[in-house]
Antibody, heavy 120, light 111 residues
Framework: QLQLQESGPGLVKPSETLSLTCTVS??????????WTWIRQPPGKGFEWLGT???????NYNPSLQSRITMSVDTSKNQFSLRLTSVTAADTAVYFC????????????WGQGTTVTVSS | QSVLTQPPSVSGAPGQRVTISCTGKSSNIGAGHNVHWYQQIPGTAPKLLIY???IRPSGVPDRFSGSKSGSSASLAITGLQPDDEADYYCQSYDSSLSAYVFGTGTRVTVL
């Protein structure tokens, strides 16, 4: 059974870098049928797509975050990661990782989410 | 950024039918990009409910159905049950933004 688990600091100071990792279990991240995606949900609000990465390293980022976001994949650990630089309070959110199906582009499996608060 | 518009809330009595609209434009739903629907019980991760506009993943009851017309999509829930109380979101891709986009979300309340 496929499972995704986000991990990383729950508190980040303003202007610093947010780093999260998503560990995939139950299937290989090196599958040609899926992309791996980060989404966030600020408190009481809707969702924002952050970016998507393929096991080969090919990536697509939300243009609104292009200058601050970096995603990477580690196939040996079956993990993919998110880095967001120069964070502000507006980056406070629940961060989800998810598996996205090629072709349909739906997010068919999600991690449970991890809360990241930006505060000094 | 929420570029797909949904009603903030809908409600219905147990057993009734409710529908949730998702209004986009020519750069997303109207451009033919896939529309998907998710159910989120507050405090939990979203669950895929409908993909490709109208296809139910295995395990999703047939009380849930989706449709699409022009630049809009709809989710219908028939035989409303207390467990259906949740937030519902649509999702598509926007060619102008070069980004996957979500709806504003709709809270379903079972009276």
């Amino acid at each position: 059974q496929l499972q995704l688990q986000e991990s990383g600091p729950g508190l980040v100071k303003p202007s610093e870098t947010l780093s999260l990792t998503c560990t995939v279990s139950g299937d290989s991240i090196s599958t040609t049928d899926y992309f791996w995606t980060w989404i966030r949900q600020p408190p009481g609000k809707g969702f924002e797509w952050l970016g998507t990465i393929y096991f080969s390293g090919s990536k697509n980022y939300n243009p609104s975050l292009q200058s601050r976001i970096t995603m990477s994949v580690d196939t040996s650990k079956n993990q993919f990661s998110l880095r967001l630089t120069s964070v502000t309070a507006a980056d406070t959110a629940v961060y989800f990782c998810a598996r996205q199906r090629r072709g349909w582009d739906d997010l068919h499996v999600w991690g449970q989410g991890t809360t990241v608060t930006v505060s000094s | 950024q929420s570029v797909l518009t949904q009603p903030p809330s809908v409600s219905g009595a147990p057993g009734q039918r409710v529908t949730i609209s998702c209004t986009g434009k020519s750069s997303n739903i109207g451009a033919g990009h896939n529309v998907h629907w998710y159910q989120q019980i507050p405090g939990t991760a979203p669950k895929l409910l409908i993909y490709g506009g109208s296809i139910r993943p295995s395990g999703v009851p047939d009380r849930f159905s989706g449709s699409k017309s022009g630049s809009s999509a709809s989710l219908a829930i028939t035989g409303l049950q207390p467990d259906d109380e949740a937030d519902y979101y649509c999702q598509s891709y926007d060619s102008s933004l070069s980004a996957y986009v979500f709806g504003t979300g709709t809270r379903v309340t079972v009276l």
